[in-house]
């Protein structure tokens, strides 16, 4: 039996919005890489500083980890899908894979605060009871989700004092859920076949576009002014824009990557995302690197901009040297590896 997923295999627009993800995702954390000393205080952002930090709250915020979820739900599926066409337990297989995650994401947890891998790994376990769902309960399932977490969020930024049910509303709008919930759309578009029929569903994503994209509008207003205002609910509004923000982007991406043109131009970022486990785990310590050779104790929105734009050039050109050795990132190899218990080869021949 062996796991590795052929280049042909690969469907090439998931690794190349990984990559994307990723890069997103370092606008986020850039500035979590240090930790503060005691009795400083991040300043009051003005000028061009106070731009990019709301337009990073409008278009970036939850919107990337959200993506990068999205992802791990479907490779959930395709993972444990191909995983039982070898005549393996696929759920029993991904409970190791997700136990390993774990490992790794505590470890990765001791040196960067702000590592989401471990909790990736416990809401993960969520997922398994789904695998043998149909299609139509998932969307049932997700919908009723998405509800709940909608009026949660419309609870705690409208309604009073909840009492005894104010923790219970808080949970169901939390970050937790938000990452359940596009875990399982990713893992829905998997099992339904979506990301090869993407031509097929050009009609209806349009539709939904058209629809998403109001609303995108809507709640990026509504964000720049709840941000100017230095409203107390600016975190639940964010949450609020997040999955159709999520959807409208990932439906815009999966269209643009119809065009071969466009897919093979952005090759590189598919090495990146392709390796995605590896260069997440490495860009805490690329950044930190970074930060310290600028002598910086807060990274500023410039800063972080700058920071995140270097971190990713270095990690397309190492994934992109990589992978004319290897089949696989190192990281990757080593989850595999906890994942199977054996040890196959990863050299090119």
Known sequence: MNPTITQKERIISLDIIRGFALFGILFINVGAFITMHEGVQIPDYYGLNE?????????????????????????FYIFASRAESRGDKPRWRFIRRLLALLLIGIIHFIFFWGSILYAYAFIGF???????????????????LITIYILS?????????????????????????????????GFLAAKANWFRKISDLSTQIRWFQIIAFP??????????????????????????????????????????????????????????????????????????????LMSLEIVSPINTVIISIIIFAIQIIYSVIWFKFFKMGPLEKVWRLM??????????K
């Open 153 to 185: 969020l419309l609870l705690g930024i409208f309604a009073q004092d909840m009492g005894v049910f104010t923790n219970v509303i808080a949970f169901l709008g939390n970050d937790t859920i938000t990452i359940f919930i596009m875990f399982l759309s």
């Open 339 to 348: 994942t199977y218990g054996r040890n196959t080869a990863t050299i090119r």
């Open 215 to 292: 609303l995108f509008i809507g709640f990026s207003i509504w964000i720049w002014f709840a941000s100017q205002s230095n409203d107390q609910h600016i975190q639940e509004i964010i949450a609020l824009g997040t999955i159709p923000t999520t959807y409208l982007y990932l439906s815009i991406m999966f269209l643009i990557l119809e065009n071969r043109h466009v897919a093979k131009l952005l090759q590189p970022i598919a090495r990146v995302g392709q390796m995605a486990f590896t260069n997440y785990f490495a860009q805490s310590f690329i950044g930190l690197v970074i930060i310290s």
């Open 51 to 75: 731009i990019i930090s709301k337009l990073i709250e409008i278009f970036v915020e939850k919107k990337f980890f959200s993506i990068f979820s999205f992802l791990f739900g479907a490779g």
């Open 126 to 144: 969520f997922l398994i009871p789904f695998y043998r769902a149909k299609v139509s309960t998932i969307s049932k399932w997700l919908g009723g």
